[in-house]
């Protein structure tokens, strides 16, 4: 699979920052890779109808990434041909006064979805990592000292440490995670944030805000760099995705949601023995009544024929 070049499986370090934001370094053909991606969303779909059946195991995608880094299409896009039943998007905003009166992983288990299901996070609990700690959030926590006295390196290793055991519990109980970083140029996110100026169906999208976290890019960058190989072990890894091409980085994530699904090797539920033994008897009855149904119709449809006859006869 292309997109394992791209695994972190912590134990050995490695600088995000130098890895490649493009397809150049896999010297792949355009067509042919839109050809392939196309023909994993078609098996994707096939998948997913039997992992939704089967329920066994449940499947989380997080998608972090930088602003304009294509989160929102590459759901869009990826996710488009899948039966909306049994796939669900929870979108990661500010936390509202109720989810930070409640730990930082409480809005995250609450959305975790139920075997058989598929949901995606846009955004996550890293932000709780990553933006608090790049914006200087935490002295704002309305917590005790005990906890938000703690110097920064303390503080957001345990809170590294709190996220590898969620994830590593939710893994033990059945639930697979696909951890995806979008990694961009800041050449491309530079490209983005003006296309949302210059085309007006995307102008809702930018905020002047928004090149004030643009001039924080380095920051941010170093951060992930940071959680990402902290919060990467063999179960739970990360995905490095180089994301300046939008169209290999939808195709590499839809390699991963394969990988994740074959993995799982979902299967239609078989019916116990005493309602197969049904089975050939309410297929009886079924074409009794479609016998029936048609009869009627024929019936319906002769007894027209001749009252349209008569009334020619009369006129």
């Not at 809170?159 to 979008?182: H, S, T």
């Not at 299967?267 to 023995?273: A, F, G, I, K």
Request: glycine fraction near 6%.
């Amino acid at each position: 699979m292309k997109a394992d070049k791209y695994a972190i499986k912590g134990g050995k370090k490695v600088d995000i920052r130098k890895l490649s934001t493009d397809s150049k370094d896999d010297g792949v053909d355009k067509e042919e890779i839109i050809a392939k991606y196309e023909a994993n969303k078609a098996e994707l779909a096939l998948l997913q109808d039997k992992f939704y059946a089967d329920g066994r195991e449940g499947i989380i995608v997080v998608i972090q990434a930088l602003d304009a880094s294509g989160k929102d299409s590459a759901i869009k896009n990826v996710f488009s041909g899948i039966n909306p039943q049994g796939v669900v998007v929870h979108s990661y905003k500010a936390p509202t006064s109720d989810e930070l009166a409640h730990d930082y992983l409480w809005r995250i288990h609450r959305d975790v979805p139920r075997r058989g299901e598929i949901a995606i996070f846009n955004r996550s609990h890293y932000e709780d990592l990553v933006t608090v700690q790049v914006e200087g959030i935490k002295p704002h926590y309305h917590m005790n000292d005990r906890i938000i006295g703690k110097d920064d390196k303390t503080f957001f290793g345990e809170r590294c440490e709190q996220v590898n055991n969620f994830e590593q519990y939710l893994y033990d109980n059945g639930y697979r995670i696909i951890k995806i970083f979008l990694h961009v140029s800041k050449e491309e996110q530079t490209a983005q944030l003006l296309e949302r100026i210059e085309l007006p169906e995307k102008n809702w999208k930018f905020r002047a805000d928004d090149l004030k976290v643009r001039d924080k890019f380095d920051a941010y960058l170093n951060c992930f760099n940071d959680v990402i190989n902290k919060t990467s072990t063999k179960t739970n890894p990360w995905y490095v995705l180089p994301g300046d091409q939008r169209w290999y980085t939808r195709y590499l994530i839809t390699e991963l949601l394969l990988d994740a699904l074959r993995s799982c090797d979902p299967q239609y539920p078989e019916l116990p023995d005493e309602e197969k033994a049904k089975l050939d008897e309410c297929a009886k009855i079924l074409k009794e009544s479609l016998g029936d149904y048609e009869g009627e119709k024929k019936q319906e449809e002769k007894e027209k024929s001749s009252k349209k006859k008569s009334k020619k006869k009369k006129d």
